[in-house]
């Protein structure tokens, strides 16, 4: 089972990980997405969430994705929400720029 991570712990791997933001409760990233690359984004992070048996939160508003990741069984962040986190930063044949946007690797 995951273990929850203490707040230093949490703080430490948001320096690793653009755009996020967060506590020892939940971390969050908001992006810019048209419909077409939201959707694509899902369908690569579902082969990895598949896989992590662990899934983020996410709400669509407009043109805005919002990523939540909190491991509710523990009541806050675990090493499965960061390495989620890092998944969502960069999914299997894209990555999801600072600048929020997600450029497929085709568009690169």
Same mark, same amino acid.
């Given at each position: 089972?995951?273990?929850?991570?203490?707040?230093?712990?949490?703080?430490?791997?948001?320096?690793?990980?653009?755009?996020?933001?967060?506590?020892? #409760?939940? @971390?969050? &990233?908001?992006?810019?997405?048209?419909? #077409?690359?939201? +959707?694509?984004? &899902?369908?690569?992070?579902?082969?990895? %969430?598949?896989?992590?048996?662990?899934?983020?939160?996410?709400?669509?508003?407009?043109?805005?994705?919002?990523?939540?990741? %909190? %491991?509710?069984?523990?009541?806050?962040?675990?090493?499965? #929400? @960061?390495?989620?986190?890092? &998944? @969502?930063?960069?999914?299997?044949?894209?990555? @999801? +720029?600072?600048?929020?946007?997600? &450029?497929?690797?085709?568009? +690169?």
């Amino acid at each position: 089972m995951p273990t929850r991570l203490s707040a230093e712990l949490v703080t430490d791997a948001l320096t690793r990980l653009t755009g996020w933001e967060g506590g020892s #409760d939940r @971390i969050s &990233r908001t992006v810019v997405l048209t419909d #077409d690359q939201d +959707r694509q984004v &899902r369908e690569l992070l579902a082969v990895t %969430t598949a896989a992590m048996n662990h899934d983020p939160e996410v709400e669509r508003d407009g043109d805005k994705t919002t990523y939540v990741c %909190t %491991t509710h069984s523990e009541s806050g962040v675990t090493e499965l #929400d @960061i390495a989620l986190a890092s &998944r @969502i930063n960069s999914p299997p044949g894209g990555r @999801i +720029r600072s600048a929020s946007t997600w &450029r497929p690797s085709a568009m +690169r």
